[in-house]
């Protein structure tokens, strides 16, 4: 059974950038793996950030990341990163990173870790 564990996150200001980490135990992710980056603000829902295809590695961000945001994944490490450019208050939220191991949904979650950012 594999499990996501996530690093990283923390508090910053304006501007700042951060890296989370998302790294799979149990087993390797697969040919067919997909994962995904969600944040989730206090009581507000949880909304997509980005994604990037194991194999191949592309990506796709959401319209209020793209450009800002980055995805990028480690072969050797087993794990996915995403890079937190220019963030703003706005994006203050719980991230969690999950895969989709066969096209069904995305069913293994990372515990989630926050990021803060201050005006």
């Known amino acids: 059974q594999v499990q996501l564990v996530q690093s990283g996150g923390g508090r910053v200001q304006s501007g700042e950038s951060l890296r989370l980490s998302c790294a799979a135990s149990?087993?390797?992710?697969?040919?067919?793996?997909?994962v995904a980056w969600f944040r989730q603000a206090p009581g507000q829902e949880r909304e997509f950030v980005g994604r990037?295809?194991?194999?191949?590695?592309?990506?796709n961000y959401a319209d209020s990341v793209k450009g800002r945001f980055t995805i990028s994944r480690s072969n050797t490490k087993n794990t996915v990163y995403i890079y937190l450019n220019g963030l703003q208050p706005d994006d203050t939220a719980v991230y969690y990173c999950?895969?989709?191991?066969?096209?069904?949904?995305?069913?293994?979650w990372g515990q989630g870790t926050q990021v803060t950012v201050s005006s």
């Open positions: 990037v295809k194991w194999t191949g590695g592309v990506t």
């Open positions: 149990g087993r390797t992710f697969t040919t067919s793996s997909v």
């Open positions: 999950a895969e989709d191991s066969d096209g069904r949904g995305y069913s293994v």
